[in-house]
């Protein structure tokens, strides 16, 4: 296999949002331009001796944390290091994402991204209701994030996904049917929407812990998500995973590459890769990070050679997320036999239990599958 797609990881936030797990850092005296210069070796070393592996790129996403968090000089020397190993950034059809933070990037910061070959943001908007914002702990108000939106639009971007949470303290089947409205409303091409999951070591699982935090039932979020995903689609857009929604044309070609399970680099503090077969994580702790980048070519601590056998399950598990499901004749291309030789009595089992459906070599979820996908998942791991 060949790399499809190169993820960058900023792990820096000007604030911390109180439900958040991923590797970040309050960016207030953070070494951070030590950082990008750890980061820029990380990934010429990558790329060095590996040059038959750039012309099957068709993505770069630069995720945190807050890539926005950065100062347009800052982001500027990330981003020039990373394309100047990618020559195709410039073809039409490859994708470049930026995650940005309402509030977080002006004219200029736009402008420059998209004079350096970006051509998609990830905005995190989460919410438009300015009480569940502060609820979560999010440091924009929602006309802020509408500013950024419409910035965005005037600085030439075209192509915006927005984030939106749902099952958040307080919110109501109201609430959420208006965040839902003016992502419409707003006119942008893709959605990400997931349900709020209380991750250990965040202010939400303290809270949680002492029954500081009501939670939604699990009926109301269901009910929010079959909310979601009728207005979406109503409105144009293809619930094209069980979380994501684009309009025509507007599939997230890097979020595919991990659905797909497709191999990627990724370089950062706590990002993790995919290579040769090889799953890895870099270290997550910033001071590690840039000592160990310091005195080698790599910052990674775990890494794990993905067996035929793990491969299949992912393979089957993560496609089954996509509406277009998992092809068998993709499946034996890959691994030289059908799903059915493998898997047969789980897909069996879950057929007549009404959660996949087949048609012709394509297998996927039903609408009662994508409600209970985690059961369907695990009967695809063998232990
Ligand atoms: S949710 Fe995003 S902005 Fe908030 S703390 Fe996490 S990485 Fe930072």
Not at 23 to 36: A, L, R, S, T
Not at 303 to 309: P, R
């Amino acid at each position: 296999m060949t790399a499809r797609a190169v993820y960058v990881h900023i792990p820096f936030c000007t604030h911390i949002c109180y439900y958040c797990d991923f590797n970040k850092f309050f960016i207030k005296d953070q070494p951070v331009d030590e950082y990008i210069d750890m980061l820029n070796k990380e990934v010429d070393e990558a790329f060095k001796g590996d040059e038959d592996n750039h012309s099957s790129l068709h993505s770069i996403y630069i995720g945190g944390g807050t890539p926005t968090a950065l100062t347009t000089a800052q982001l500027r020397r990330v981003i020039k290091n990373v394309t100047r190993h990618v020559p195709d950034v410039e073809k039409n059809g490859f994708e470049f994402t930026v995650e940005v933070n309402p509030g977080e990037a002006d004219v200029e910061k736009l402008q420059a991204m998209r004079e350096l070959g970006v051509n998609r943001l990830s905005i995190g908007v989460q919410s438009f209701d300015d009480h569940l914002l502060k609820k979560i702990g999010r440091a924009h108000t929602a006309g802020e994030a509408e500013r950024t939106i419409a910035l965005a639009k005037q600085a030439g971007f075209t192509n915006i996904s927005i984030d939106l949470m749902f099952g958040l303290p307080d919110q109501t089947i109201q609430l959420w049917e208006q965040s839902i409205d003016k992502a419409v409303a707003l006119d942008v091409t893709h959605v990400s929407a997931y349900s709020l999951k209380i991750e250990k070591k965040t202010m939400f699982y303290n809270w949680y812990q002492r029954g500081q935090l009501n939670l939604l039932s699990e009926d109301t979020e269901a009910e929010m998500y079959d909310l979601l995903m009728s207005k979406l689609e109503k409105a144009g857009f293809s619930a094209y995973e069980i979380s994501n929604f684009a309009r025509n044309g507007y599939e997230s070609k890097h979020n595919k590459t991990y659905w797909k399970n497709e191999e990627y680099y990724g370089f950062g503090a706590g990002a993790h890769g995919y290579l040769q077969s090889v799953r890895y994580a870099n270290v997550g702790p910033l001071p590690h990070y840039i000592d160990i980048l310091k005195k080698q070519t790599h910052a990674r601590k775990d890494s794990h050679t993905v067996t035929s056998q793990e491969q299949m399950e992912e393979e089957m598990f993560m496609g089954l997320r996509m509406r277009e499901g998992v092809s068998d004749r993709v499946f034996k291309s890959k691994y030289g036999l059908s799903y059915m030789e493998v898997f047969g009595e789980a897909v069996e089992e879950l057929t007549e239990n009404g959660l996949l459906e087949k048609n012709k070599e394509i297998i996927y979820l039903t609408d009662k599958g994508r409600l209970l996908g985690n059961e369907v998942f695990e009967k695809f791991i063998m232990v």
